[in-house]
């Protein structure tokens, strides 16, 4: 879906409260809607970008967790760490 400019003259709150669905249809057509308070533009009305969807378990088989990676750490190496001596 091609994004278009914004539209020249903002919509009103009054008239955005009031026309919402017509002006979402417009959205979904691609356009951007500026809403104004007082002729001052204060937002933006834009379409959402679908978000691909994760797969799960696409990293199955690809590497293994050690038996012992819950281990605690070392003494000395925690020291290291904590920047003690």
Avoid: C, Y
Wanted: zero cysteines; proline letters at 7%; a positive charge.
């Amino acid at each position: 879906m091609a994004r278009q400019k914004a539209e020249k003259r903002p919509v009103n709150i009054h008239e955005a409260k009031t026309s919402l669905s017509k002006l979402i249809e417009r959205v979904e057509a691609g356009e951007e809607i500026v809403i104004a308070r007082a002729g001052r533009p204060v937002a933006k009305l834009v379409a959402v970008r679908a978000q691909p969807r994760r797969k799960l378990g696409w990293l199955n088989g690809r590497f293994r967790i050690p038996d012992d990676f819950n281990r605690p750490l070392p003494e000395s190496l925690l020291r290291a760490v904590e920047g003690k001596k």
